[in-house]
């Protein structure tokens, strides 16, 4: 009998690339499935209508633009998948709940009868500046991809009991980059005994959307002697004065390979996790998961969560003690508490032991792919 190759069709406006972000996550995934066939649909090329779309949203009439792709419904999608042929019956298509890749994959599910699977890392119906009508559009085009989903991956605890009831939903973290040079971390031990020298607190991620409350941290400790701060990523949502400011002081770093990222990331003293404070983006921060965090954890340094006490990363931090929470928006009590874990090592030392514990439970990279793997393989077998 021959054997027949279990096949993956990726249907995602998030495509699986080893960039930042929901794609590396993807990418870590797929990159890591050994007999399996892996097929990604490429994105469709915008249409006229859509670039003209795009353009609107920098103007006043960036309402109206956002209505109309909502109501596009991914119809873009519809020619390059239904070209797609599949060979077995053991495939599943696979989509990211983001954007307008997903409601084709659904659709393309449906029609064909494969199972769909779906990652839900953020709320996006919340992203989207649309009329009110468009977003409970949105949101029951969001909770019906859902329920008509064969199983069902989210991003947090929070996110789960926010989309309801599912017989084949499940938690996964985002997997972290696998640490590929452990020796890196031995170079750089923690300042348990060095009290004289500033406490380096290192961030990386996203600069835009939470570039304005990172920029009121800089700003808090940019002269401080005891508290080093400094932060990497690309595009801060910063003014230009500030922005070139960060750049001379040091402060902001870009995006760099990750060998290079590796080793900035192994000479931290404590890592800073950033949530909005923003009561807008209240059900965001409920619902997604920093993926930063199992990154981080991957080093064995304290976590230190900066967010409302709402947030599911101020939610994992206190359960269990694993991380030190700050729920003040005000930067000044942000850094006594790190001044006052620089001169605490018995703190240092258990928030590192915190770290090291989640990094070889629930964010170890093997774990979370071997944990993926085994529920996409009983999908397959109940189908």
Request: proline share 6%; hydrophobic share 40%.
């Given at each position: ?261 590796d080793q900035w990331l ?102 979370i792919q071997n944990q ?12």
């Amino acid at each position: 009998m021959n054997y027949i190759q279990p096949k993956i069709i990726v249907i995602s406006s998030v495509q699986p690339k080893p960039t930042s972000a929901g794609q590396a996550l993807l990418y870590r995934h797929l990159n890591q499935l050994d007999g399996w066939d892996i097929e990604v649909i490429e994105a469709p090329k915008p249409t006229l209508m859509e670039t003209l779309l795009h353009r609107m949203q920098n103007t006043r009439f960036h309402y109206w633009a956002n209505d109309l792709e909502v109501l596009m419904a991914g119809s873009r999608w519809k020619k390059p998948v239904r070209l797609n042929k599949f060979s077995n019956s053991e495939t599943i298509i696979l989509t990211v709940a983001h954007e307008d890749g997903c409601w084709e994959a659904l659709r393309f599910s449906k029609i064909n009868r494969i199972p769909l699977v779906t990652f839900f890392n953020d709320w996006y119906p919340d992203f989207p500046s649309a009329h009110n009508k468009c977003k409970q559009l949105l949101n029951k085009r969001f909770k019906n991809l859902y329920i008509k989903s064969d199983l069902a991956f989210c991003a947090s605890e929070g996110m789960k009991q926010s989309l309801g009831n599912h017989p084949n939903s499940y938690v996964l973290y985002g997997i972290p980059a696998i640490l590929e040079n452990k020796a890196i971390v031995d170079k750089y031990p923690s300042q348990l005994n060095e009290q004289n020298r500033e406490f380096n607190v290192l961030y990386f991620g996203n600069l835009y959307d939470y570039g304005s409350i990172i920029a009121t941290f800089l700003q808090e400790i940019k002269n401080n002697p005891r508290i080093r701060g400094q932060v990497r990523g690309a595009k801060p949502n910063w003014t230009q004065d500030f922005h070139s400011e960060m750049r001379d002081r040091n402060l902001w770093l870009d995006f760099a390979p990750r060998e290079e990222l590796d080793q900035w990331l192994a000479s931290a003293d404590a890592f800073l996790v950033v949530m909005s404070f923003d009561p807008a983006l209240r059900r965001r921060m409920e619902t997604s998961f920093p993926t930063k965090i199992a990154e981080y954890a991957q080093f064995g340094k304290p976590l230190v969560i900066w967010g409302p006490d709402y947030c599911s990363a101020i939610l994992w931090g206190r359960g269990g003690d694993r991380a030190l929470c700050v729920t003040d928006q005000n930067p000044a009590v942000l850094v006594s508490a790190l001044e006052n874990l620089k001169q605490s090592p018995e703190k240092q030392e258990y928030y590192a032991q915190q770290a090291k514990i989640a990094a070889q439970a629930e964010f170890n990279p093997v774990l979370i792919q071997n944990q993926f793997l085994e529920h996409i393989s009983n999908l397959i077998i109940k189908t």
